[in-house]
């Protein structure tokens, strides 16, 4: 089982729907980031969250610390939000040593007009 | 403006070739990270450096070697002892290795036939 897991895998959607992504991760975490790639690859960073909830725009971003769970929504959904999203945890490595990225194996959404 | 330049985007080599994939971040970040992307899985971490002339393996580090000799820069030679080299390669840079929001370059797709 993977420490991180997304779902849906693949997430079809109309022009205007409310969207939800989900993660689940099953170790102890520093934070937790929101990641978005589009085709040909690069990767923007969207949210990096501990607690609570954040937005940008139309995007919002909830985790829940006890049940290890986040959801990305995005609201009023355009193509243009067509891409990979990617669920990201920080993990502490050692004492002193900082933390590191472990990812999801990312959910395709794709906006029909 | 500020970001993480990696190049070239499409690499093609021979079997048995060494290659070198170029990471250049001008955030002035300290440290720096080399994914590799599969299809159907998660980035997975091939390297890291928390700081200059320091560099530690990840979890895929077999086949690969890295330098740090600048803070810019964080290139990735791909050896002939990397079993399956082609992949999308993603380097990536945070302000400290203590976790912090991560910036990630475009990628470079190698192929190797």
């Known amino acids: 089982k993977n420490e991180v897991e997304q779902s849906p895998q693949n997430l079809t959607a109309q022009e205007g729907e409310f969207i939800t992504i989900n993660c689940s991760y099953s170790?102890?975490?520093?934070?937790l980031h929101w990641l978005q790639q589009h085709p040909g690859g690069g990767i923007v960073s969207l949210f990096m969250?501990?607690?609570g909830k954040k937005k940008h725009g139309r995007l919002i971003a909830t985790i829940n610390i006890q049940e290890k769970h986040s959801s990305l929504h995005i609201t009023a959904s355009h193509p243009r939000d067509s891409a990979v999203y990617i669920c990201?945890?920080?993990?502490?490595?050692?004492?002193?040593?900082?933390?590191?990225?472990?990812f999801g194996e990312g959910t395709q959404l794709t906006v029909n007009p | 403006d500020g970001g993480i330049t990696q190049s070239p985007k499409y690499l093609f080599r021979k079997e048995g070739q060494n290659v070198t994939l170029s990471c250049e971040q001008n955030l002035n970040h300290d440290a720096m990270y080399w994914y590799r992307q599969d299809p159907g899985q998660g980035l997975r971490l091939i390297y890291y450096s928390q700081i200059v002339n320091d560099f530690q393996k990840g979890d895929i580090a077999e086949g690969y070697s890295v330098s740090r000799e600048k803070k810019e820069s964080f290139p990735l030679t791909v050896t002939s002892a990397q079993k399956n080299p082609t992949a999308f390669y993603l380097c990536?840079?945070?302000?400290?290795?203590?976790?912090?929001?991560?910036?990630f370059g475009q990628g470079t797709r190698l192929t190797v036939v």
């Open positions: 969250l501990s607690s």
């Open positions: 990201a945890v920080g993990t502490l490595v050692g004492e002193t040593s900082g933390s590191r990225l472990t």
């Open positions: 990536a840079s945070s302000p400290q290795w203590i976790n912090t929001e991560a910036f």
């Open positions: 170790v102890g975490i520093s934070a």
